[in-house]
Each structure stands twice: as structure tokens, then as C-alpha cells.
């Protein structure tokens, strides 16, 4: 629904005092002076003092205004982003960045060694800022109207950067997930699910709730010390507490730079710090921050029940990456039928996607194909064999457990799409890592079977791979438990040593032709360097492009492929 602006508010909804309170904002005797009035060219920058005072000003005007409209203080962000929007002599153009400066908190003043070294590290790596940043478009401007929302300090807004460069499918090899990287006991405790279907880990929404949440509670454990408080969201409230126990006991300093915690914390609080530093101050540093809009970048829409993924993408008019994208809690081809029976869109795209789903038939919503169960089926194995679940299909049965009959017919639900229109549900993403190709791993694919008493250090020290490649390739961290008959793929180089001559030979004999390919829907740099037995550093190299960026339909790439035959 287009957004209500304030002008209109004013003209219509208000009373006649209040509506003074609107337009005496945006007088010019209310500019300060020290802003340049003019957008001429030649006309001097704006500087950051000049900005902020102009934010002040603004600031105290707006409060007052939420104050007499009685808004809470989410409305309050919305709204104050309506007001910014249009033609506001007080305020220059400002983006989401200057938004916010406005609710830094932190000393950042700090002068520490591990400051300026990850200062350094973030200076020497533009490319990567600029790439981790325009992944943070989708969701930036949620996370800093939530952390306004709980009067929270603006840095928190960047901790995603840290801990996952603003990725939410992010997994880490201490079993955390998402943008926020929650630990499963961490997620469980703040009632964030995850099955087959969904990962409250990686939901945009509810992580960030929780992690704002649980960040405000260490930040009152710690009685106000946000270094504290950041230091215990990653290595854990009671290692903090120990070592603050035992700085106390020997008579040294409490403060956080003068603790003794985990490498990793260590360097982890100065990371943000030195962000924080980038952010506030890009000019000092050479740098020039990526503007963001200071827009919502999605809408919420509410779906009532479970839809497939690929037909929510094409009610919405968008592809089904950015649904992923947006969505990437959702694991699989539909929705959870358990919910959330929600969906982020982009917002210029909420109308039609609200539109076209009230006259989409509830049939429609999924695919279905009947089966009629033979000898030795189970529900389990259907299941599997049609990406679904028994839930599911013992739901579309009206079935009470899990017992089925021979010759028995049963409605099963499946995906509306094929397989690569889903490239991006846990399965696709899984089947990327599995597919690497001999020449970017140096090994030979098989599948094993886990027996008792194996452990990914043993597989690992058995195949010559790291413990951390294997458990990744499986969707799995090196901590996770293996069970018996758990199937794993392994890019085994066991076997590198001893390949025949005939075989060495036989590889370097390579015809290398130039192949031109076209982007298709579903296409990632990964899919097509496994479909071309070329690495994903080589096409990115070939093509001048960022590795990174995420690939468009119909975009063309070059690509030097070996045709000397089956490999």
C-alpha cells in the first residue's frame, strides 16, 4: 500500500495546533544557518558537524511531534523515515547511513593496537566492504529501525558484518546459523524454531528480534558495559564473567581491553569498533560508503497457510533468489505448514503479490501428483523420494499415522518448479558445496556410509581433508554428532598419490575450447563452474566480475572449457 506522506497528515488528519507543529518544522527560519541552502554546482560540502546539528534540530522537533501524536516507537521510525522523504528545507539528502549516526552510542574514540589493526585490514579491503554492504541493502534498514525501536546503540546495527558479512545462509563451524549466527541452544532458548521446513536462525524478522533482545540483556548483565556485553554474544556470558572474576581477584583492570578472553573475542569487539570508525567517518579513511536508501527495502505479507516458494515468486512478479533472499528462512520448495505464514517482498512489489494471492485458489497454492504405494513403501520413503514430509502428506490424506496399504492411492504435495528453480532452499545450496569439482578440490568425489565409531577427525585423517571441508560439504559443523548409516559426500585425496601414468597423461592432453553461456533462472557462479568442470575463481577471473555478486538472467559469461572428452 503507498505510503501516507506527512503533507497530507498535516492537511487532513490533524488538528489545527498539531498540523503547526508539522509545518513549523519545515520553515526556512528553522534551517540552521550553518546548513548551504543551495544544490548549485560548486556548492561547498556539507560537513559532518553541519549535518548533525542539522539532525538535532530534527530530532528534538520530531520527539515532540511522536510525543503529541502518541506513536510508539516503531511508528516513530516509520513515520520519521515518511518525513525525510519529501522536500524538508531542514534536512539535507540523507540516507540511511546519516540515520544512523544519529543513534551511535559506543566510545569510539578508543586508540588500541587491535583497533587499528582490523582499521587496517577494513581500509586495505574496499572491495570487500562494497560487497558486504550491497548484500546489507535487503536488510539494513530493518535492523536499524529495530535497533532505534529499543533505543538500542546504533553500532549494533553493523554486528552483522562481523558476525556473518550480512549472509544469511551463513553457517559457521561452531553450528551457528544466519545473519545474527545463533547457536541452536541460543535460538531454542528464544523460541526460534528449525525442522526440515524452517530456521528461525536465519528469518530475518525473528532473528533479529532475538538478537537485539538477547543483546540488550547481557548489555544489563553487564551492568551497562556494551564491550562487555559484546564480548559475551560471542564467546558466551559466563566466560566473560570468569575472566571479569579473575582480573577482580589479582587487582587488575575489569574493562574489556584489559581481559584475557578467546583470540576470537579479542579481535572481535575491535571489529566492530573499527567499523563503527569506517561508518562514522569514511572521508578520514578514503573511503566511500555505498549509500543506502532510507526506505524499507520489504514488505510483509501475510499468506494464512503453507504456499510453494516458486508460485509465491511468481504471484510477486520477482525471481525466486531474491524470495530466497529475503526469505531465507525457509529451507525447502514451500513455506512451513506450520508457519510463519508469512512472506517478505519487496515493497513495490507488495501490492501485486497481496493482488494475485486473494484469487489464487487454495488448491493452487501447491503441486500435487497422486502415487499409488506399492510393496515394501513407507511413508517415509515417499516422503523423501518427493521432497516432502510424512506430516505433510498425512496431512493432505486426512491420515491419523503413519500406516499405508499396497495399491493404496495417496495425494502427495510437491514442488510447482523443477529442482534449479530452488537453488537457493538447503538441499540446492547443499548440493553446491557436494558438487565441487576435482580441479577446485584436488579429490575424488565418493559417498560414504558412517559406521560405528567414526568421527570427522577420523574420516578426515583417512581421506587427507580438513575436518571443516568434510563437515561443510555435508551441511554439518565439525562438532555435530555422526550417526550410523548417515550418508557423506567426500572429496577424498586419499587416492591422489597413487594415480597411474596412464591417468596423469591422459590429463594433461586437454583441449581447451572458448564456450560462450548464457545466465539462466537458478544459475549460480557455483552451478555453472560444477556443469563446466571449471572452479568458481576462474570464471570470476575470465569475466571480470566480483565472485561475490550474485548472477542476473540473461547475463553472458565466457568460459574456457576442457573438451578432451569424459573426465
Known sequence: MPLISYKKISTFFLPASLAMVLTGCVTSQNKPQSLVETTE????????????????????????????????????????????????????????WDRLLQSFKLDLDVEHPRVTAQLNWYVKHPRYLERV???????????????????????????????????????????????????????????MDNDWWYDGRRDVIDSTEAALSYLDRLNQRFEG??????????????????????????????????????????????????????????????????PISNQPYFAVVNTKAQIDLAQAAKLADISINELYLLNPGFSQWATSPDGPHRLLVPIDNADTFNRNLKTLPASERLGWQRYSVKSGDSLISIAKSFRSTPELIRNANQMRNNSIRAGSKLLIPIPKASASHYALSSGQRLKVKQGYDRSHTGGDKIEYQVKKGDSFWSLSRKHKVGTRELASWNGMAPTDPLMPGKKLIIWSKANQTTKSIAQRSSSDRKVIRRVGYKVRQGDSLARIAGKFNVSVRQIASWNKIDSGKYLQPGQSLTLYVDVTGNR
Not at 259 to 282: M, Q, S
Open 41 to 96: 554546482p560548486g556548492t561547498p560540502i556539507v560537513s559532518a558537524e553541519q549535518r548533525f546539528a542539522a539532525l538535532e534540530t530534527y530530532r528534538a522537533q520530531s520527539q515532540q511531534l511522536v510525543s503529541d501524536l502518541g506513536l510508539s516507537s516503531v511508528e516513530h521510525a516509520d513515520r520519521q523515515t515518511q518525513w525525510r522523504s519529501w522536500d524538508n528545507p531542514v534536512l539535507p539528502d540523507f540516507d540511511l
Open 133 to 191: 554492504f550491497t548484500r546489507a541493502e535487503r536488510y539494513m534498514y530493518h535492523v536499524v529501525t529495530q535497533v532505534e525501536a529499543k533505543n538500542l546503540p546504533g553500532e549494533l546495527a553493523l554486528l552483522p558484518v562481523v558476525e556473518s558479512a550480512f549472509d544469511p545462509f551463513a553457517y559457521s563451524h561452531g553450528r551457528a546459523s544466519g545473519m545474527w549466527q545463533f547457536i541452536p541452544s541460543t535460538a531454542k532458548y528464544f523460541g
Open 225 to 290: 558495559d556494551w564491550l562487555h556485553a559484546l564480548a559475551a554474544y560471542n564467546s558466551g556470558g559466563g566466560t566473560v564473567s570468569i575472566s571479569i572474576r579473575k582480573n577482580r581477584k589479582s587487582g587488575k583492570n575489569t574493562d574489556f581491553w584489559s581481559l584475557k578472553l578467546p583470540d576470537e573475542t579479542e579481535a572481535y569487539v575491535p571489529k566492530l569498533i573499527a567499523l563503527a570508525k569506517l561508518v562514522k567517518n569514511p572521508e578520514k579513511y578514503g573511503l566511500t560508503l555505498r
